[in-house]
């Protein structure tokens, strides 16, 4: 699968957000080691807290489905779902990928016309990984 095929995958995936309170629509097209691809949307609610990121929902129905050898992620969003700017993991979603990827796992942003390529561990050095609590 080409990187551009991915983030076509991430801009469909886009349209079906759910983002009524931001406003800032949110795609993610992940795909596994294997050749599947699982994508989510962002979906807000009224109480802020419960909302999810379209990064973890691509993950979190991955892992339900079994996989858990991921090779890359596209990453697309905007304001009413009009892709201007490259969107990035936030944060708790980088924490996701922490603890199912390993460094070279690579992130995909889109602006409209160009695909910007990070890896993890450029994106989220010195982290907590489940290695940590190795013994």
Known sequence: MTDRELVTMAEDAMTRAYAPYSGFQVGAALLCADGAVYTGCNIENAAYGPSVCAERVAFFTAVREGKRDFKKIAVVGGPAGKIRSFTHPCGVCRQ????????????????GEQIRSATLITLLPDSFSPSDLAE
Not at 96 to 111: K, Q
């Open 96 to 111: 996701v990928m922490r603890e199912f990827c390993r460094d070279d796992f690579e992130i995909l942003a889109f602006d």
